[in-house]
């Protein structure tokens, strides 16, 4: 049921020695997720979720998603980075990436407050026009200044639209249990609010409301989201980088990086991956990129990015390796047909699915790419369906905080977000940034 990796495109560029080597360490780290005796230790609440999330409030979820799909025909998520890209990682992957333009009976679900791009807020505020709505702010800190003005504009419309106590019902928060500015407008407004515990963090969240609500709103089975993850962190929760494949990943991208492999490229062949990669990169890059230290990574969607960087992958600069998703059954399957003038020369194709032309092709770029000197790690997922996203999202986090340890960093903050924010504060003139204002206008001149 789970998935599975594979490493024949792994040969030759490392050995089962040398992935041995790195056990010990590799569960020394695993150990520190359950002792919390290493840095970070006060954000670990992600490890047992799967098992000890908070039922009462899940019942809750599923109550307001039923709410949701009878009172509005938009539902807006508002977030950014851990407040955001997993719940539409997992639209894309289980629903779909064009779920909005699907004939369904759920609401289109649009993220927003994920930029400063007033014209995405101004397309938003007309498609709206004249259609029911309901907003899910969500905003662990509830400071952030992308979702922050979001919400200030769409609550705004809401109490025009539907009067202050119409606005009350409509709005939905997800933000932490007793702290922050939304909190507190929630609880003095009377939103319905859903927790993110204090010991998890934004990028690790999808699997608190952050990501279930939404979820549930578009009619995913969360029950199968969770029971994927739990059954994750059953599988990876023993052995060694003999057999547990999580821990394992973990060492294999160490020991890459040890060989100045310094760049990761999450691989998928299906469009609906394309969002499960951003996810990847926020989760990898925030967790893992300390100290002038980290393997830098990005996300592809192949075979439309095979004719785009597709040739730096061949014949580049000796730095990446790449992990390929491959999803093993195709939700509908399309079969090519026998023409009666081959024209296009692709009668030879006749009969074959095109989910057999996408496993050829990732065949040969997988001994392609092996031939240009790029190892490559493959995870085989039997289908993209909500039991293996929540799976999935539950072996990368793991793989994650264990690589994030093995690096000796702290996996679990962010400080390097703070720098662009201050700088942006000041020079938008925010009270208390002032002496760092005219510095700063200086060196822009
Ligand atoms: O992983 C993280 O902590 C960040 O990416 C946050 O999720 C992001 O900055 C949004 O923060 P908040 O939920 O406080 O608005």
Redesign the pocket.
Known sequence: MGIRLKENGLQGFITEEELQKQNAQVQQCAGWLESGEAAGNDFLGWVDLPVTYDKEEYQRIKKAAKKIQGQCDVFLVI?????YLGAKAALDFIQSPIYNNLKKDTPDIYFVGNSISSRVLAEVMSLIEGRDFAVNV?????T?TE?AIAFRLLKKELERRYGKEGARERIYATTDRVRGTLKKLSDREGYETFAIADDI???YSVLTAVGLLPMAVSGIDIDQVMRGAADAREAYGKGTVADNDCLRYAAIRHCLMNKRRDVEILVNYEPALVMFGEWYK?LFA?SQGKDKKGIFPVSANFSTDLHSIGQYIQDGADILFETVLWVEQSRKDIFIEEEAEDEDGLNFLAGKSMQYVNHKAFQGTLLAHVDGNVPNVILEIPQADAYHFGYLVYFFEKACGVGGYMLNVNPFD?PG?ESYKKNMFALLGKPGYEEMKEGLERRLL
Request: without cysteine; glycine residues 32%; positive net charge.
């Open positions: 977030g950014i980075g851990g407040s969500i905003s662990k800190s509830g952030t979702p963090g934004g990028r926020q925030e962010q977000v």
